[in-house]
């Protein structure tokens, strides 16, 4: 089984068509090592952030968009007041990928620095 931390070292890939599609099974799988995140009802990889003051948000997701460019990966980012929802889907793929996994596996590895 993947651990948090061996997803997080690995880097996304340049993936196109529906056979880098995960099933089910190894999509529930990969999640289980990602802590509060959850695979949506319209199939996006989601977790939501709390932050204590907006300055804190905008740094996370300055960091987050920073990451999303290094792995040329882009999440959606829903942003409010202290809070950012996170939300991953491959759309080059059509719907969960490796890759969507992990990138949430890096964000959950630089929040715990
Ligand atoms: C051309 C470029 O590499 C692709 O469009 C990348 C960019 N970032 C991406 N981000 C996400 N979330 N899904 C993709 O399929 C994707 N594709």
């Given at each position: 089984m993947?651990?948090?931390d061996e997803l997080s070292r690995e880097h996304c890939r340049p993936l196109r068509g529906s056979e880098h599609l995960l099933t089910a099974a190894?999509?529930?799988s990969l999640l289980t090592c990602l802590p509060?995140?959850?695979v949506s009802d319209g199939g996006l990889l989601e977790k939501e952030f709390n932050f204590a003051s907006y300055a804190a948000t905008l740094l996370f997701v300055n960091t987050v968009?920073?990451?999303a460019e290094r792995e040329n990966h882009h999440p959606d980012l829903e942003v409010?007041?202290?809070r950012v929802r996170v939300s991953y889907s491959t759309h080059d793929v059509g719907g969960l990928s490796r890759n969507d996994f992990t990138c949430a596996a890096k964000i959950e590895?630089?929040?715990r620095i």
């Open positions: 993947t651990t948090l190894q999509a529930n509060d995140w959850s968009a920073g990451l409010g007041y202290g590895a630089l929040i």
